[in-house]
């Protein structure tokens, strides 16, 4: 059995353990409950403004077809740190099978700092982006027109997105999601009579750039609320892990410390008979 000393440090150093973790879980349920406000507030027009990129159809954001190549470029989103369970782990293993059944090698832009050892460890070239953790508008309009450059300059062919889709606290999907070009107009019969201002050229160019943006928007802020939701559960289970086990020291260490009371009142209860 171990000394008293050593259970002693053994408790301090679970004890420093389980303060970090309950740090890092407030920290990532604030952020969380931060993002989820956000969420819901632009949830109704991130509706309406896919829907409005449905009905643009693919004729809207043009690009030169003379320098079209036939690889893609792919826009992985990971996470920094590595305190949120599973989270990376499924996404890079769902973004390697991606990357593997790609006809050439893409064009790789890459975010977080897991996915960027991951990368190097594996010998993938990529380009890194910087994200905060509660990504802001102007953080996904610069990405989105970063992206469409390389879309309408015809630098790559198709553009996706592969990110841990939030689909409620307990649970995120890794997913790859085809960005531009848009998709196909679907087939609606005749069309009714509308009134474009300023004109229908301007009208039907500048509004489908917006509704990417917020489309682009609406996927950053999800992958983050996923990141810091999986950070909150992992951090919940440490601390319950490391409440248990501070527990169970706490019960060993209390036997020990009255064993040795007990052994030392019967030393000196057979030295006094002695005497």
């Known amino acids: 059995m171990a000394s008293l000393q050593v259970l002693r440090k053994r408790y301090k150093s679970i004890r420093a353990t389980a303060d970090m973790a309950a740090a890092m879980k407030t920290a990532s349920s604030v952020k969380y409950a931060r993002i989820s406000r956000m969420l819901n507030a632009i949830d109704a027009y991130s509706k309406a403004c896919n829907e409005a990129l449905a009905l643009f159809g693919t004729d809207v954001l043009t690009r030169r077809t003379d320098s079209v190549k036939s690889r893609n470029c792919l826009v992985v989103l990971s996470n920094d740190r590595g305190f949120c ?3 990376n782990g499924e996404l890079l293993r769902f973004f390697e099978s991606e990357l593997l059944s790609e006809p050439e090698e893409p064009l790789l832009f890459l975010h977080g700092q897991k996915g960027a050892v991951f990368c190097n460890a594996k010998g993938y070239t990529f380009e ?3 994200l905060p953790d509660i990504p802001t ?3 996904a309009e610069a990405l989105t027109r970063k992206l469409f450059e390389i879309y309408a300059s015809g630098e790559a062919d198709r553009i996706d ?9 307990m649970k995120q999907t890794p997913v790859r999601q085809t960005i531009l070009p848009l998709a196909e ?3 609606t019969g ?3 009579d509308m009134l474009f201002l300023p004109d229908r050229e301007t ?3 500048t509004p489908p750039m917006y509704c990417l943006i917020n489309s682009i928007y609406r996927i950053l802020l999800g992958h983050a609320g ?3 939701a999986a950070t909150t559960i992992a951090m919940r289970s440490a601390c319950d892990n490391a409440d248990k086990s501070l527990a169970k020291l706490e019960i060993l260490i209390n036997r020990i410390r009255q064993a040795e009371v007990t052994n030392s009142v019967i030393e000196t209860s057979s030295f006094m008979v002695g005497q």
């Open 85 to 87: 369970g599973g989270f």
């Open 128 to 130: 890194p982006l910087k």
């Open 137 to 139: 508008y102007q953080d």
């Open 161 to 169: 997105m592969i990110y841990q889709r939030f689909d409620n606290m």
């Open 185 to 187: 107009k679907p087939e």
């Open 190 to 192: 005749e069309e009714a």
């Open 203 to 205: 009208a039907q160019k």
């Open 226 to 228: 996923g990141a810091q």
